[in-house]
């Protein structure tokens, strides 16, 4: 297994835990959703959340 860096993400615990229902309610509908793309979805995310804080909004909308 190699070493990965862990950087903690610039969303917070309540927008996870909202992204972890999301990839709970998939999963319970047949989607093959797993960690790594969970992970993607996290990354997503924070990079955009990086970039452009004003997308903040935007993401609590999409979130909500």
């Known amino acids: 297994l190699e070493a990965r860096n862990h950087v ?3 969303i917070g615990p ?5 992204l972890a229902g ?18 993607d979805a996290l990354q997503v ?3 955009l959340l990086q970039v452009d804080r004003a ?3 935007v993401l609590r909308l999409i979130m909500g």
Not at 14 to 18: L, S, V, W
Not at 23 to 38: F, Q, S
């Open 8 to 10: 903690e993400p610039a």
């Open 22 to 39: 999301f990839v709970r309610t998939l999963r319970d509908n047949g989607y093959g959703i797993g960690l790594a793309e969970t992970r």
């Open 14 to 18: 309540g927008a996870r835990r909202r």
């Open 55 to 57: 997308a903040r909004p």
């Open 45 to 47: 995310i924070d990079q």
